[in-house]
């Protein structure tokens, strides 16, 4: 195949209960895999600092699964999940870029929306 200079490159993320993949389509494998779980910090009842990913055990420690039976349950720490994977780790800019994101079959709209 011919590359022609005008190919766009699709970013395809599949959020699931137990992991995260992010990556461009057409390659064999994605670029980001990481559990899908937000830990947070407790200090005096508050969360004061989020870790995605949660990679070692820190005193006072909350995890949090925001995608639980295929299912968004809190789309605010997904958001901050999808900031962290497209910004952080792939540094990927989505202004002009088309994504595709993957869910459970037959999901209900409600747990569609925000």
């Given at each position: 195949m011919f590359y ?111």
């Open positions: 022609s200079g005008d190919e766009i490159g699709t970013v395809v993320a599949d959020f699931g209960s137990a992991t995260t993949r992010i990556g461009l389509a057409g390659e064999d494998m994605p670029k980001f895999v990481q559990p899908t779980v937000i830990g947070s910090v407790v200090k005096d009842g508050e969360a004061a600092q989020q870790h995605m990913p949660p990679l070692s055990f820190r005193e006072n420690q909350d995890l949090s699964f925001p995608i639980r039976d295929g299912l968004v349950h809190d789309w605010d720490q997904v958001e901050s999940l999808w900031n962290y994977a497209l910004a952080n780790s792939l540094r990927i800019d989505l202004k002009g870029k088309p994504l595709l994101l993957a869910e459970k079959p037959f999901t209900q709209p409600k747990y569609r929306q925000k």
